[in-house]
């Protein structure tokens, strides 16, 4: 992961969470819910807050977490045996719910969702983590997504927001693969509703669009890496994971999020092999852009190409380097440490 700047969490906790439920949101795409008591510890910031996901390795019995919440969890979890320690990975929040399902529906006047939604009767706090399948048997964080069932724990820790203007922006750019579609949304949602700018979004297929909280002058371009219609993934992935029933997931692609028309993807683009590389094309799209007027600011992140070559590009075209949060968010063949 490449270094950026951070707001850190004031507070942070090292979390057992619980699975309440998941569902396929769209083909390649399923979301994970946590809830219970544990999460009033949370401190949701907005933006593109990320965290520590720590997860059991295959046949250990219970997952074991570090302790200490400041940058010693790792020099703990170096000190745990191998067989041990636990998976960890980063991922993002793509919602909180301080009250939960069952009280976001009372407020929002809606008397039967939160008694039909499965362990949302409790007004426990609720955290969604939308977990882009990748392949089974690809990597640690994608299958266990990809099986996570209601009564599953896993460990959180918060790590705050890579999205830190140090100035009040023009204008906002935003380039992210399908591993950056969560931030993206968060970052969409929290800007004020007057924002200016472009958001490219890279994806697997059409399908994996999702509606998104985004300014009305922030304009959303989509970029699917197959052929419309298609729900395969791409190349290097040595399984469609979206085709396939999960068990304890509802495999609704496209239904659970209504889109903006305006932000559907192109149905006639069809992207050429070179492009079905994670990364090239919202590499490509955004490179295009004609940077707008005035001092704007710059949010990269998915596969490391993506991040590192387009932030090469906006320095080149002269915007100043701490305009820039880039975020090298995985790479192609190389799995994440720990
Ligand atoms: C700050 C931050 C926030 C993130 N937020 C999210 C998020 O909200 N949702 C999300 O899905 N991801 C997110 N990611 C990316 C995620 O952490 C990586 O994709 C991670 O490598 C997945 O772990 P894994 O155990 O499934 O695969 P790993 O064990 O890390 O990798 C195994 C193999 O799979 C490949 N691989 C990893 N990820 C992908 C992918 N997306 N597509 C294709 N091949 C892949 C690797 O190249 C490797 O060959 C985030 C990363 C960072 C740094």
Redesign the pocket.
Known sequence: ?SRFKQAKPKDPHVILAEVVRTERVTPNMVRVTFGGESLRLFEPLGHDQ?FRLFLPRAGQQALRLPTRSSALWYAQFLRMPKDQRP?V????VRAFRPAGAAAAAAAAGDSTAGASSAGAALAHPELD????L?GSG?????DWAASAAPGDTAGILDQGIAYTPAHDPDWHLIAVD??GL??AAGILASLPRDARGHAFVELPTAADAQHLDAPAGVEVHWLPRAAPGSTAQTPH?PHTAGTGHTPGTAHTPGTAHALDAAHLPDAAHTPDAAHQV?GRLALEAASALTLPEGRGYAYLAGESALATGLRRHLVAQGMPKSDISF?G????????AG
């Open positions: 992961m990320w998976y990975r980063n991922y993002t983590v939308d977990f882009v990748h690809s990597g640690p964080a994608s399908e591993t969560p931030a992935a994670p975020v968010y995985w790479r192609i063949g190389h799995a994440a």
